[in-house]
């Protein structure tokens, strides 16, 4: 029975892979997708720097390479990587000149170990819950004020942002559908979170991750309309 399902997965995924390949509505130029890359990396260097503020180790996040998805292709491969389980989230809504989305998504692996590294004493008196929801939504908010800024400076004003919030769901409900007649591809990126000893600590990080993998993963989606006002924006930044 799980062969015929993983099977029936693959398939679903082959055939979406294939039909969005020979999609015509919008492809990326190897210069406009390594302007993207430079804008969140950048951000994404800021939230590991304030991340570590925060914890008694060194938390470093490093992004893959962007993948383009469209909003099927993400929800078969978050439905392959998940499953049907429900799964905590952090979520950014931005709206004005441009519209997006962004999600950051905590595999249970991942949401387990930022748990341990960074709740505070006092926040571990808490039920898990509620550590797991304060500890993850204080990431996230970290992690989008890092990449805010980065995109704040490459468009220089017209948008506006509420706090990200924690949100929990299925996979489907976390993937935005888009109104777009053409939906623009999501950008996606799989981010790796790696915990070491900070300077004078080695004895104590041992003793707490001995035995342990300090490498987690979690996942980062970003759906934005007109992708193409976007990337004009950045490119004029960081092609220069």
Request: aromatic share 8%; glycine share 4%; charged share 25%.
């Amino acid at each position: 029975m799980k062969e015929e399902t993983a099977e029936k997965i693959q398939n679903t995924t082959d055939k979406l892979r294939s039909e969005y390949l020979n999609d015509t509505t919008m492809k990326l130029t190897s210069t406009q997708k390594t302007a993207i890359q430079k804008l969140f990396e950048n951000g994404v260097e800021r939230a590991a720097t304030m991340l570590n503020y925060l914890t008694e180790t060194s938390v470093s996040l490093q992004l893959s390479p962007l993948q383009l998805m469209s909003q099927e292709q993400l929800q078969v491969y978050l439905h392959q990587r998940i499953g049907e389980n429900s799964v905590s989230a952090v979520r950014l809504v931005i709206k004005g000149e441009l519209s997006a989305i962004g999600t950051l998504l905590f595999p249970a692996d991942a949401s387990e170990k930022l748990v341990q590294v960074i709740a505070t004493e006092q926040r571990r008196k808490l039920d898990l819950d509620a550590v797991t929801k304060q500890t993850l939504n204080e990431v996230g908010n970290i992690f989008f004020n890092g990449v805010m800024g980065s995109i704040s400076y490459a468009i220089r004003g017209g948008i506006t942002y509420m706090a990200p919030r924690y949100v929990e769901g299925k996979v489907d409900s976390l993937v935005a559908k888009s109104r777009a007649a053409k939906p623009s591809p999501i950008l996606f990126w799989h981010t790796a979170v790696k915990i070491e000893p900070k300077s004078g600590n080695l004895l104590s990080f041992i003793e707490k991750f001995r035995g342990r993998d300090r490498s987690k993963e979690i996942l980062f989606f970003f759906q934005i309309e007109p992708l193409e006002m976007f990337i004009k924006a950045i490119e004029k930044v960081y092609n220069n």
